[in-house]
């Protein structure tokens, strides 16, 4: 079946193109699909222009678009073992994560639903006799929204229902490398009764797919997320025509550990912090900053407890961590591995690819730990995005600070301590856009989230997600 969706038709890319998806834990081709080209971009834009124009969409009251929202979280429950078994093949991550992942997005299409009509505006007192003041939003126009590889479904649906709850019409592009279980949701919206040509859908890489739909005249705004040289790119590029822009990029997130964290809880979440998805997630906790008088029990518990994390596919029963989403990617976490031993890092445990015929094929690599590490190191200072802790040591409250805060990046952190105070003075401190006391890694739909620094530009999720979506108009009436 063609799997470029444009204008409420299935169709296959203008130049016959294609692509071959691969399972990452194997090397073996799970399907093939379309690869776009700049003229289905340029036909994806001119639909979605179309219908945000002189279609439908914009008459539809936010109610109306509530429905539709509501529709497609009950489509995407109703398929959640389908969905989350595709995503788990696509991405390489166990099927309990992509089910979950399935869940989260239900919320998250559930709450813009709810949201759609209960915002239209404010009445201003403007304090001159005779006036009436009030402020309305209106959506913008045409967005493009563009996801990376890691969330392919939660990324692209944290863009998708705002955009849609504040009646923009859409053109998306899920990564090149995990496609699939993009065309589904695509699928569901159409069933859902969205009409043709407000949500377009086209398949392909960076400079031949994403490029055009930043750049495109008829664009109003891009919202992308992935790494942080690619979102300079296309901040540069829609300069040109001024457009609206989200980006949600990197991070280098630090997890601090006080000496009176409770001891077990925080080496569990430590694990998680950073294997979790072989820390293929933008909020990994892989800078582990710990008070020095802590450090030696808790790396020995946590080398211990790394050596037993059961790799393998994701779809295994048992499997606790999958592999790299591919071979280019975990070649490039080899070269950081690479970096912190000849940085001087002391290798604590993994650094390599698991033996054993099961791994021979995918792109699995070891939980790795790195111990004395200091802030000059490159896997101290860069987004590694793999299975790889650095561990660094501080001897008081504003070292563990200024360790925490040194980073380019700021999107989200982790504090342990049972110390309440010290919580929220630290909490309050760190220039990231989350932070976690006793916890990391939960978000919910209500929360915005979003980075400091270069971590990005705007938030999702919450009022603020909602709120990239909508230009604010004031109108002014003399009585
Ligand atoms: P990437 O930047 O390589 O690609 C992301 C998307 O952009 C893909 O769909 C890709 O095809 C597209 N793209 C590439 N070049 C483009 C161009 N010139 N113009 C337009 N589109 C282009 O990122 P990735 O490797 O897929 O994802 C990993 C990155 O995503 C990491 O840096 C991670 O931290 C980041 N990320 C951030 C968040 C967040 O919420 N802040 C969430 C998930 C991932």
């Not at 700049?38 to 969409?57: I, L």
Request: glycine fraction near 12%; proline fraction near 4%.
């Amino acid at each position: 079946m063609p799997d470029l969706y444009i204008n409420g038709k299935w169709v296959d890319a203008a130049g016959g193109g294609t692509r071959t998806v691969l399972d990452p834990a194997n090397a073996q081709p799970l399907a093939e699909v379309a690869e776009a080209a700049s003229e289905d971009v340029d036909a994806a834009v001119r639909a979605a222009r179309e219908a945000f124009d002189a279609g439908p969409w914009r008459s539809t009251t936010a109610a109306e678009r509530g429905d539709y929202l509501r529709t497609v979280a009950d489509g995407l429950q109703e398929r959640r073992g389908e969905l989350g078994r595709i995503e788990s093949l696509d991405t390489g991550k166990t099927v309990a994560e992509a089910e979950t992942d399935v869940d989260d997005i239900t919320n998250v299409f559930r709450y813009y639903a709810d949201m759609a009509d209960k915002d239209a505006g404010r009445m201003v007192d403007t304090g001159v006799p005779n006036s009436i003041s009030r402020v309305v939003y209106e959506p913008i126009g045409v967005c493009s929204l563009i996801a990376p590889w890691n969330y392919p479904l939660l990324q692209m649906s944290w863009k998708l229902a705002p955009a849609l709850a504040a009646g923009n019409t859409c053109v998306i592009k899920p990564s090149e490398v995990t496609p699939l279980a993009t065309v589904e949701l695509v699928k569901i919206i159409e069933a859902a009764g969205v009409p043709a040509g407000v949500v377009n859908l086209v398949l392909g890489d960076g400079p031949g797919v994403g490029a055009p739909m930043t750049s495109h005249k008829g664009v109003d705004m891009v919202s992308f997320t992935g790494g942080l040289e690619t979102g300079k790119r296309i901040m540069a590029t829609a300069a040109a025509d001024v457009k609206n822009i989200a980006l949600e990029l990197g991070g280098k997130n630090p997890n601090v550990v006080f000496a009176d964290a409770d001891f077990d809880t925080a080496v569990d979440f430590a694990l998680n912090a950073v294997f979790f998805h072989s820390g293929q997630v933008c909020s990994a906790g892989a800078r582990l900053i710990i008070e020095e008088s802590l450090k030696d029990r808790f790396v020995d518990e946590l080398v211990e407890r790394a050596g037993k994390i059961k790799l393998g596919r994701g779809q295994d029963e048992g499997v606790e961590v999958g592999p790299m989403v591919s071979e280019q990617h975990r070649d490039k976490v080899e070269g950081y591995i690479q970096s912190a031993l000849d940085e001087g890092a002391t290798l604590r445990c993994g650094g390599k690819r698991p033996e054993g015929d099961q791994y021979r094929d995918g792109y699995f690599l070891e939980p790795t730990v790195f111990d004395d590490c200091t802030r000059e190191m490159t896997i101290v200072r860069e987004e590694v995005f793999g299975p790889v802790l650095s561990v660094e040591t501080f001897t008081s409250e504003e070292e563990a600070i200024a360790l925490a805060n040194d980073t380019e990046y700021g999107l989200a952190g982790g504090v342990w301590t049972s110390d309440a105070s010290r919580g929220q003075r630290v909490a309050g401190a760190l220039r990231h856009g989350t932070v976690w006391i006793n916890d990391f890694h939960p978000y919910v739909p209500q929360a915005e989230w979003g980075g400091f620094g270069k971590s990005g530009v705007g938030r999702e999720l919450g009022h603020h997600g909602l709120d990239e979506y909508r230009e604010t108009k004031h109108i002014w009436q003399n009585t």
